[in-house]
DNA sequence: CTAGAGGCCTGCCCGC
DNA sequence: TGCGGGCAGGCCTCTA
């Protein structure tokens, strides 16, 4: 479930429980998730947790010396549990408290990652990223300038984590159908007036989406609280064949970029 | 530079 | 009911 809008509700959810806190012990009990765990994550231990951050999808526990680096790649999800609660299948890191809680990480798939960057260093994941899709250096302006003479289409380009984070393979289809925009374009052929309202339509989908997420905060620190997120009023994904909410036509799927994407052909048309 | 394929893992759903 | 195949919200790496 982790996109953008997912990764940002679990940091808010977690960030009042853990924030001021000291880490008691980091216990591991993988060798590696998408990447080994580096045995520096240890040096965590024994300091206070200064903030929650979010780049792109990954978390920033930061403290005065380092932060841990958590990404939850596909199956990934964060909890916080009293310190006794037993460890289920897939728990694979826990994060110890000094007040008795528990930040837990299950990852059925692993894709997922635990890292550490010494304070004042940027770790290589985060080095390349472009901008976060919510502040104002995501603009017109930069996307028009980014795509100049590109034929790269504009689904996968979107989801290029170097031309803006946080738009992963739900929200790419369901921006491009709320800007009217066919997937397949060549971003290079975008016009101006596509090119804004594209940009309002990833920034608005997302928000709504987090919007949406926050609901899941309730049930964040319970045992077994699965978040109620898939509420979602989806609009072209996972709906292939189906009728288009605005016009009727069936609703278009096909891989581009080996990704499974969804379109209306005639709210999007390719021009 | 880009595009495309492969790979990492497990769970789940579908068809037989 | 059991089993094999295909697919899944991410993203890095290798090849052409």
């Given amino acids: 479930m982790p996109e953008l809008p997912e990764v940002e509700t679990s940091r808010l959810g977690i960030t009042p429980h853990l924030q001021g806190q000291t880490i008691k012990a980091i216990i591991v009990r993988v ?7 580096p045995q520096e994550l240890q040096l965590l231990v024994g300091q206070r947790i200064q903030s929650i951050r979010r780049r792109a999808k990954y978390l920033l ?29 897939h728990d694979h890191v826990d994060l110890i408290l000094d007040n008795g809680k528990v930040l837990r ?9 635990w890292l550490y960057a010494a304070v004042g ?13 919510l ?18 289409v504009v689904k996968q380009f979107v989801m290029n984590n170097a031309v803006v984070v946080g738009v992963g393979n739900i929200y790419a289809s369901e921006s491009l159908f709320m800007a009217k925009i066919h997937p397949k374009t060549p971003v290079g052929e975008l016009t101006q007036p596509q090119i804004l309202r594209l940009v309002s339509e ?12 926050g609901t899941t905060l309730k049930d964040f620190n319970q045992v077994d609280g699965k978040p109620g997120y898939f509420a979602q009023e989806l609009h072209v994904y996972g709906r292939a064949g189906k009728a288009c909410l605005i016009c009727q036509s069936l609703i278009q799927e096909e891989k581009i970029g080996q990704r499974n994407t969804f379109w209306c052909e005639t ?5």
């Fill in 31 to 37: 060798e590696k998730l998408r990447w080994p765990i």
């Fill in 61 to 89: 526990i930061d403290t005065p010396t380092g932060s841990a680096i958590i990404h939850l790649g596909m199956s990934g999800s964060l909890r916080v549990l009293d310190e006794s609660i037993s460890v289920a299948k």
């Fill in 105 to 113: 990480y299950n990852d059925p798939r692993k894709f997922g990652s």
């Fill in 121 to 133: 260093v940027d770790h290589d994941v985060l080095a390349k990223l472009g901008p976060e899709p």
């Fill in 135 to 152: 502040t104002d250096t995501f603009n017109a302006e930069y996307f028009s300038e980014k795509t100049k003479n590109k034929k790269t």
């Fill in 202 to 213: 990833i920034k608005s989908v997302l928000a709504t989406a987090i919007k949406q997420g």
């Fill in 267 to 271: 709210c999007q048309p390719y021009k």
